[in-house]
């Protein structure tokens, strides 16, 4: 399975509009950004609405062949993974975490297979051994797996605003983000909590 070096996508990569205007995660951590984004909340909108689609962001993203296909099995596992890890990203804002998406998580990447290496410092890695679909999800679960050491996991949170809900990451110093634009959703909530404390006020 060929992959691009680490960290260096481009735009033409998982380039759908909240891309243009949420910070993307660092690294590879940014497919997980990206799947967890394949749908809208609040329009309904899944980028991940057949088998033939899964396959397609799937190969966008270099997780499997173009030519892969996916079995009506394996796209309801893909979308079982999807929403485990939403609520998972969900819960790193202090979001309560959906038992029942996370059993179907566990459940979806039971058989994924992991190989641990270890470097000449001592450091520990870990890589997927198997192709294809079961390949795809194995790179999933090691991205996660290697963001937690790396301590960027909990930085990967869901935006606060009810009316966006977009994966987004969190660079501040702090850890206390909780937009994923501050000029777009945060700058709408500061507008919302101003009409709601001068309902008379008229701008402009």
Not at 99 to 114: E, M, N, S
Not at 132 to 149: D, I
Request: hydrophobic residues 40%; charged residues 30%.
């Amino acid at each position: 399975m060929s992959r691009k070096k680490e960290g260096s996508w481009g735009d033409d990569v998982g380039s759908a509009a909240w891309a243009r205007i949420v910070a993307p995660a660092p690294g590879d951590l940014r497919i997980v950004q990206a799947l967890v984004n394949t749908v809208d909340l609040v329009t309904g909108v899944d980028d991940l609405a057949s088998p033939r689609a899964v396959a397609d962001w799937l190969a966008r993203w270099r997780l499997v062949p173009p030519d892969a296909e996916i079995a009506k099995a394996d796209f309801q596992r893909a979308l079982d993974v999807r929403d485990g890890l939403r609520t998972m990203v969900g819960a790193n804002r202090g979001g309560s975490v959906d038992a029942a998406a996370l059993a179907k998580l566990d459940r979806a990447v039971f058989a994924v297979a992991l190989r641990v290496r270890f470097d000449a410092g001592g450091a520990t890695r870990y890589e997927p051994t198997g192709d294809g679909f079961e390949g795809a999800l194995g790179r999933l679960v090691q991205l996660v797996a290697s963001a937690r050491a790396e301590g960027l996991w909990r930085r990967l949170k869901l935006c606060a605003d009810p009316d966006c809900r977009r994966a987004f990451f969190d660079g501040s110093q702090n850890r206390a983000g909780k937009w994923c634009s501050m000029s777009r959703c945060g700058g709408r909530f500061k507008s919302r909590a101003f009409r709601r404390r001068h309902p008379g006020h008229r701008q402009g």
